[in-house]
């Protein structure tokens, strides 16, 4: 499985970024992917979960960040979406999606992660 995510770079304080993260495969079909996640990891800080959408819709964010992101899927594009409003510069830290649990022509697979992407808020 390959997670790949996109959309990162640098903004102003009180900007706005849209992370992107898809999943796809060198062979085979996915079928479903299940909850859907968001995490993050400043330098020198542990990584922890921003938001999360299940299959259903439903969604949970950090309250960190609640009232200001947004987390949402595209089941046909394989793809979660963050849009970020109103960043901070506390925001600043590598960005890492996460696939719980992907079915596929090829079999499951669990706990699948991109590679992270960065993203920096400028004062």
């Known amino acids: 499985v390959q997670v790949e995510e996109s959309g990162g770079g640098l903004v102003q304080s009180g900007g706005s970024l849209r992370l992107s993260c898809a999943a796809s495969?060198?062979?085979?079909?996915?079928?479903?992917?299940?909850?859907m996640r968001w995490y993050r990891q400043a330098p020198g800080k542990q990584r922890d979960e921003v938001a999360m959408i299940a299959s259903n819709g439903d969604s949970i964010y950090a309250a960190s960040v609640k009232g200001r992101f947004v987390i949402s899927r595209d089941n046909a594009k394989k793809t979660v979406y963050l849009q970020m409003n109103n960043l901070k510069t506390e925001d600043t830290a590598v960005y890492y999606c996460?696939?719980?649990?992907?079915?596929?022509?090829?079999?499951?697979?669990?706990?699948?992660w991109g590679q992270g992407i960065q993203v920096t808020v400028s004062s």
């Open positions: 495969l060198s062979s085979g079909v996915i079928f479903s992917i299940g909850d």
């Open positions: 996460k696939f719980d649990r992907l079915v596929s022509s090829r079999g499951p697979r669990y706990d699948s």
